[in-house]
């Protein structure tokens, strides 16, 4: 049998490590709901950006939108996309970019990008990820919770440890990334 992971039923795992009663959703009217709710989005999206997890990657290739960047630093201006969260690298390693405003800069025409999107859909999260998501919940709304500083210590030496477990089982559902190959390092072999 699979469990449902959602955020209701991270937010009850936080609520449990705090030894609090668990809630049956985000918009129940009651503190502890309140809390995770005021909470959860941006805790899940500071894990997100911190590793480059499978189920929360794409791969697309940016139209330019516009010919030259305003400032005058680069050539092609791309429009990111609406879930884009951070660049986990562009196709051409050697290509210099830079983010503004919601645009990429850069000079090459087309850019492959691989990015971490916003995955809001705790039905593709892993156990593992959901678990450490659980912990950063806790952390955040400990003192609020529970008026203890020692108690927020704890949850968050629990999230550091349970997000290197999560990574680590996270970086075990896909072939390892060779080197990057150019010119330079071909002529070595």
């Known amino acids: 049998m699979t469990l449902a992971i959602s955020a ?8 449990v490590k ?12 009651t503190k502890n709901a309140r809390l995770c709710n005021a909470v959860f989005e941006m805790c899940r999206n500071e894990v997100l950006e911190g590793h ?13 939108v516009a ?8 050539q092609y201006v791309y429009q990111l ?15 210099t970019f830079e983010i503004r405003d919601g645009y990429l800069m850069c000079d090459e025409e ?3 990008l691989k990015y971490l999107f916003e995955n809001s859909n ?22 609020a919770v529970t008026t203890s500083n020692t108690v927020a210590t704890t949850m968050i030496a629990g999230f ?14 896909r072939s390892p990334e060779g080197p990057i190959a150019d010119s330079f390092i071909d002529v070595r072999y």
């Open 8 to 15: 209701v039923s991270i937010s009850n795992m936080a609520l």
């Open 18 to 29: 705090l030894g609090q009663e668990p809630i049956s959703s985000l918009s129940q009217d």
């Open 52 to 64: 480059p997890w499978y189920f929360a990657t794409k791969t697309v290739e940016l139209a330019s």
């Open 67 to 74: 010919v030259a960047d305003p400032n005058g630093e680069f």
């Open 81 to 95: 996309p609406a879930d884009f969260l951070k660049i986990i690298y562009v196709d051409d390693w050697k290509q």
């Open 110 to 112: 087309p850019v492959k």
């Open 122 to 143: 705790p039905g593709t999260w892993s156990y593992s990820f959901a678990q450490c998501l659980s912990w950063r919940v806790a952390a955040e709304i400990s003192y």
């Open 160 to 173: 550091d440890m349970s997000l290197k477990s999560a990574r680590y089982n996270d970086s075990h559902k």
